[in-house]
T-cell receptor, first 115, second 112 residues
Framework: GAVVSQHPSRVICKSGTSVKIECRSL??????MFWYRQFPKQSLMLMAT?????????EQGVEKDKFLINHASLTLSTLTVTSAHPEDSSFYIC???????????FGPGTRLTVL | SQKIEQNSEALNIQEGKTATLTCNYT??????LQWYRQDPGRGPVFLLL?????KEKRKERLKVTFDTTLKQSLFHITASQPADSATYLC???????????FGKGTRLSVIA
């Protein structure tokens, strides 16, 4: 149990385009989902906290108009990187919290490369 | 500001030995401390959680200790195997639905 999926696993896009990443909790309902970003040899850095049916809470320094988060259901959150630039190239990872456990479950990550 | 330090960026040990990884933190009073394993190009996989009122937790070949006075956690892998080679992350959290604060990780290599 407690499986989280992400789609796509890998995406390459041109500078200026938008990319949508999906995060799904497959066998539980996630009241809260988190989006992290990880640069090479760096730790996971929290970007935003997403609660179902409400606006996401963004961390300082993360542009909400550039990283659009939608948590429309208890099993799906999406992160859209708008007008992507090469500096947005990174590993994006989501995690989901079910409400009944003490821990979060992570997705496998999405590798974004912006050319 | 909150700070988490994992003592080594990389650690090499011989197969069969015990690997010990350290996580120190400052300016934080976590309710839980967690350890994750991350393989290259993959998301973190949860290993163990230890609460602030627990001193030690075990799971198979894994053991975690938590000293809130020293603000330190030790993560041990006994009888290490090459398959244990990965990056191990410690993370602090106040409760299940609050964000995790991660250390940079220690890259463990178990040499056969």
């Amino acid at each position: 149990g407690a499986v989280v999926s992400q789609h796509p696993s890998r995406v390459i896009c041109k500078s200026g385009t938008s990319v949508k990443i999906e995060c799904r909790s497959l066998d539980f309902q996630a009241t809260t989902m988190f989006w992290y970003r990880q640069f090479p040899k760096q730790s996971l850095m929290l970007m935003a906290t997403s609660n179902e049916g409400s606006k996401a809470t963004y961390e300082q320094g993360v542009e909400k108009d550039k990283f659009l988060i939608n948590h429309a259901s208890l099993t799906l959150s999406t992160l859209t990187v708008t007008s992507a630039h090469p500096e947005d190239s990174s590993f994006y990872i989501c995690s989901a919290y079910s409400g009944g456990a003490d821990t979060q479950y992570f997705g496998p990550g999405t590798r974004l490369t912006v050319l | 500001s909150q700070k988490i330090e994992q003592n080594s960026e990389a650690l090499n040990i011989q197969e069969g030995k015990t690997a010990t990884l350290t996580c120190n933190y400052t300016n934080y009073s976590p309710a839980y401390l967690q350890w994750y394993r991350q393989d290259p190009g993959r998301g973190p996989v949860f290993l163990l959680l230890i609460r602030e009122n627990e001193k030690e937790k075990r799971k198979e070949r894994l053991k975690v200790t938590f000293d809130t006075t020293l603000k330190q956690s030790l993560f041990h892998i006994t009888a290490s195997q090459p398959a244990d080679s990965a990056t191990y992350l410690c993370a602090l959290v106040n409760s299940g639905n609050t964000p995790l604060v991660f250390g940079k990780g220690t890259r463990l290599s178990v040499i056969a």
